[in-house]
C-alpha cells in the first residue's frame, strides 16, 4: 500500500502577481502625473564675423603693469598721465586690457583701475601675465 507523501504546502497556494502589477502602475502613473516637463527656449544670437573681431582686437587699448610701471604702447605712464594720454580713447568706449605681472601689489592693480574709472574706462578686463605668455 502507498502513501501520499504530505507537503507542507497547502494545495493551491500560489502567489498572486496581480497586486504588484497594480502598485506598479499607480506608482508609475504617479510619477508621470507629478512631473514636470520643462521647455527649453533657444535664444537667437548672431556671432560676430572675423572682420569685426580683428577690429575689436584693435581696438582694445592694452597696458601692462609690472615690476617697471605702467606701460602703454611701450612706453612708461604715471597715474596722472593716464587721462592726458587715453582720454580720447577712453572716452570713445574702447575696452581695455590690463596686463598685471606677478608680485604686483593689490593696491597698485587698484590705483590703475580707479585711475582708468576716472579716466572714462568702462569695459576694463584684467589679466595676469603669464596667461598672456
Do not use: Y
Request: charged residues 20%.
Amino acid at each position: 500500500m502507498k502513501f501520499a507523501q504530505l507537503s507542507d504546502k497547502p494545495a493551491g497556494t500560489r502567489i498572486s502577481m496581480t497586486p504588484l502589477i497594480d502598485v506598479v502602475f499607480i506608482l508609475l502613473l504617479f510619477f508621470m502625473l507629478t512631473s514636470t516637463f520643462v521647455v527649453r527656449r533657444n535664444m537667437d544670437m548672431a556671432t560676430p564675423s572675423t572682420t569685426s573681431t580683428q577690429d575689436m582686437m584693435d581696438k582694445v587699448i592694452n597696458l601692462e603693469l609690472s615690476a617697471d610701471g605702467l606701460t602703454f604702447d611701450g612706453r612708461l605712464l604715471a597715474l596722472d598721465d593716464i587721462h592726458d594720454v587715453l582720454n580720447v580713447r577712453l572716452a570713445s568706449g574702447d575696452p581695455v586690457s590690463l596686463v598685471v605681472s606677478q608680485g604686483i601689489p593689490l593696491e597698485t592693480t587698484v590705483e590703475v583701475m580707479d585711475a582708468l574709472k576716472a579716466s572714462g574706462g568702462r569695459a576694463i578686463a584684467l589679466q595676469s601675465a603669464e596667461a598672456t605668455q
